[in-house]
């Protein structure tokens, strides 16, 4: 049976998503660390709005920023960025009537920062700026790379944790089993959210126990699965051969039955990882996930829901769009890997 097209789709939309995340501050129009440039009189601005701003230097200077580190922690702010509604060069000197407060003030060339070559800078929110006057897509490109991370991360746990129980639940049977599936069942009882928000209070507030929360609420579904699996190929010939030759329980479990079990294990790590992402940003909606400024697509929706009421969806609609997008575009292509990979299908 062949990959279906809606699994291709969904590939795409990964490996789209996936490069935008991988590039994050390389291609942010504000490529600050977390994309946090704030300008309060350009707050919530319809997509397409323009603004001009003259770039002021700062007294600090900052060493210059190895292209690598930028792209993965951003660039240090070296100006003060003061919008204008008009900006007219004189001679050695830029006039400009600021925008917020409508003085004409006068700087010299030595007290600007030059900016992409010029001293005044027009720049476009192509998806308008939000209640801080922040840039909306640099502030979700970034946010894109966090969803990644919760989830290769959380997923990592899941499966470092229910591979090996489950392995040995099915192997060895007996008392092992009993206690691996009362540990699962009590684990499962428990509703995930509630799980995940109960292990951040114990944990702290904050991008790395957000990671080690939801992996540890995942791992059940990963040793159940395996489990099963393992209670079936241990019956199997090659390895009741395995076991005659004297090869330890280990290598029987790792090198003989693993690798019959990856491909139910790999359809259920992509639905994790979608679940990694709505949990992380139900986290972030209720305020236990990532903390501000680090951007993330719940902690977006929560700070501009009421802007739904207020003639500006798009504060919520363009996070929202990116999660439901992301959690699909996961959803489908583990649905096309368990098409191909089941047996039923490819008789």
Partial sequence: ?????????AVAVILGMGTIAVLGY??????????????????????????????VKKDLAFPQTPWWKGMFFGYPVQDNEIPVEYAMQMGDSITYIDAASGIESTKHKDELQPFNGSYVDERTYHLGSDRYGRDLLSRLIIATRVSFI????????????GLPLGLCAGYFGGWVDKVVMWLVNVVWSIPGLLLVIALTLALGKGIFQVFIAIGLTMWVE????????????RERAYVEVAQMMGFSAGRIMFRQILPGVLHPVI???????????????????LGYGAQPPLPTWGGMVKD???????????????????ILILVLAFM????????????????
């Avoid at 919760?150 to 944790?161: H, R």
């Fill in 1 to 9: 049976m062949r990959f279906p097209l809606y699994g291709f789709a």
């Fill in 26 to 55: 390389l291609i942010t129009p504000d490529n600050s660390a977390f994309a946090n440039r704030m300008e309060v009189s350009q707050a919530t601005q319809k997509p397409g709005f323009k603004a001009q701003y003259v770039h």
């Fill in 150 to 161: 919760i989830g290769f991360i959380a997923v990592g746990i899941s499966l470092l944790i």
């Fill in 222 to 233: 990963v040793a159940r699965v395996v489990r099963g699996q393992v209670r079936s190929l």
């Fill in 267 to 285: 359809v259920i790590s992509a639905a994790n990882f979608a679940t990694a992402i709505l949990l992380e940003s139900g986290l972030s909606f």
């Fill in 304 to 322: 501009h829901w009421p802007y739904l009421l207020m003639g500006k969806p798009h504060l919520v609609l363009w996070p929202g769009g990116c």
């Fill in 332 to 347: 489908m292509f583990g649905n096309a890997l368990r098409d191909l990979t089941d047996p039923r299908k490819n008789e």
